[in-house]
């Protein structure tokens, strides 16, 4: 079965700063990857998907994702950070089957 | 296209009550799944539903059980209700199993 790490349960960054958010999957086929985001008391919404082609994935709010199979990653980015982009992040994966989620990682943007 | 639609938003019951929750996945999604959030345990699967069949589970006790409809619309129900079991509830709908899961925003459950 498919599983995914996201590693720092915690990350906090300045404003402006590069936001690096870290995942790792494992996968016994090739992976559709994710990344949501979660406001509080909110669901889920989805920023980014890979299912194929293009490794490098652009999502929505200026984040982007790029799928490195020898690494098995798929590390969430965005250049500078906004303080609107406090909030808990999920990487999932699926292998076409069943869909499994991270931990979370909460992201604090410092002023 | 409306999307995910969990009722109720907020629920307080008290302990050894039961409750039902209803998701309404979107139009033309088959696969609903639910998970329970909570600060300690984080978001944790419980069961997913396809054409009104389960075909997972995670690791809840039996209290936990749930039920979906020829509509895709899913029920969860939880009996005998304790302490712990206050979390927020969330509803996931898919047009295919493993997909892009699109989710409502959630059912608080407090219980006193």
């Known amino acids: 079965a498919q599983s995914v790490t996201q590693l720092g349960s915690h990350v906090s960054v300045s404003e402006g700063a590069l936001v690096l958010l870290r995942c790792n999957y494992s996968?016994?086929?090739?992976?559709?990857l994710f990344w949501y985001v979660q406001y509080p008391n909110q669901g889920l919404q989805l920023l980014l998907k890979?299912?194929?082609?293009?490794?490098l994935v652009k999502g929505i709010n200026g984040f982007e994702a790029e799928f490195k199979k020898s690494e098995t990653s798929f590390h969430l980015t965005k250049p500078s950070a906004h303080m609107s982009d406090a909030a808990e992040y999920f990487c999932?994966?699926?292998?076409?089957?069943?869909?499994?989620f991270g931990a979370g990682t909460r992201l604090t943007v410092k002023p | 296209k409306a999307g995910v639609t969990q009722t109720p938003r907020y629920l307080i019951k008290t302990r050894g009550q039961q409750v039902t929750l209803s998701c309404s996945p979107i139009?033309?999604?088959?696969?609903v799944s639910w998970y329970q959030q909570t600060p300690g345990q984080g978001l944790q699967f419980l069961f997913e539903?396809?054409?009104?069949?389960?075909?997972n589970k995670g690791n809840f006790p039996g209290r936990f059980s749930g039920r979906q409809f020829s509509n895709s619309r899913s029920e969860m129900n939880v009996s005998t209700l304790e302490l712990g079991d206050s979390a927020l509830y969330l509803c996931a709908s898919s047009a295919k199993q493993g997909t892009e899961a699109f989710f409502g925003q959630g059912t608080r459950l407090t219980v006193v």
């Open positions: 890979y299912t194929t082609g293009a490794t």
């Open positions: 139009s033309g999604h088959r696969s």
């Open positions: 999932a994966v699926s292998d076409r089957d069943d869909m499994r």
């Open positions: 996968s016994s086929v090739p992976p559709y």
């Open positions: 539903y396809f054409s009104e069949t389960q075909r």
